[in-house]
């Protein structure tokens, strides 16, 4: 059984950094694509960024695209997401998502519906 532990949440200021991770045990990283999704309060959990398993390809939404960094050490078994210059829209729970099937190693899965493995999230929230 798989097993996707996010930490590194909290409480920030508008303009700050966080680094966010997802450690996975049960089964190697190793072949599986993996991203981050979040959901805010009355809205649907989203697409936030995607990498494939070799980490040489990455997808962004927009809201994200050029502070949010997505990256993974296979060896660690762990997936990040570098946020930086964050905004008070971008206050969410964060959650770690991993592909169930084995997946070409430069694809990279971008909808809700190609993951199998989701932790219980982690909360960010961006306030002065």
């Known amino acids: 059984q798989v097993q996707l532990v996010e930490s590194g949440g909290g409480l920030v200021q508008p303009g700050d950094s966080l680094r966010l991770s997802c450690a996975a045990s049960?089964?190697?990283?190793?072949?599986?694509?993996m991203g981050w999704f979040r959901q805010a309060p009355g809205k649907e959990r989203e697409f936030v960024a995607g990498?494939?398993?070799?980490?040489?390809?990455?997808s962004y939404a927009d809201s994200v695209k050029g502070r949010f960094t997505i990256s993974r050490d296979n060896a660690k078994n762990t997936v990040y997401v570098q946020m930086s210059s964050l905004k008070p829209e971008d206050t969410a729970v964060y959650y770690c998502?991993?592909?169930?099937?084995?997946?070409?190693?430069?694809?990279?899965?971008?909808?809700?519906?190609?993951?199998?493995?989701w932790g219980r999230g982690t909360q960010v929230t961006v306030s002065s």
């Open positions: 990498i494939s398993w070799s980490g040489s390809r990455t």
């Open positions: 049960g089964r190697t990283l190793s072949g599986y694509a």
């Open positions: 998502a991993g592909t169930g099937s084995v997946v070409s190693a430069l694809y990279v899965a971008t909808r809700r519906s190609e993951y199998d493995y």
